[in-house]
């Protein structure tokens, strides 16, 4: 069990490391939902299923989603292409 608690911790890290230095926004996204589900696998380690269920639904579900709706909306502007000048 240590070893898997060592694997998680380890993972947590080398994700945190990850998001600073990517490149590319959408990956960035997708580390940070990873990073969120290893927490919540951590937290059920610890005994805290309400901690646990908490993260993975805010963090890896709702935070998640909102970001991604959040990069289509930067590409839309950059393409010019906003809701705005579509109903015009």
């Known amino acids: ?4 608690e060592l694997i998680l911790l380890g993972f947590l890290i080398f994700c945190s490391i990850a998001v600073s230095i990517s ?8 580390i940070f939902m990873s990073y969120s589900l290893v927490m919540s696998l951590i937290w059920i380690i610890l005994r805290s299923p309400d901690l646990a269920i908490t993260e993975a639904a805010v963090g890896a579900g709702v935070t998640t989603i909102l970001f991604f709706i ?3 909306n930067i590409d ?5 292409n906003t809701d705005e000048n ?3």
């Open 1 to 4: 069990m240590i070893v898997f």
């Open 70 to 72: 959040t990069l289509k």
């Open 76 to 80: 839309n502007m950059k393409d010019g």
């Open 23 to 30: 490149k590319s926004l959408y990956s960035t996204v997708v």
């Open 86 to 88: 579509d109903e015009e």
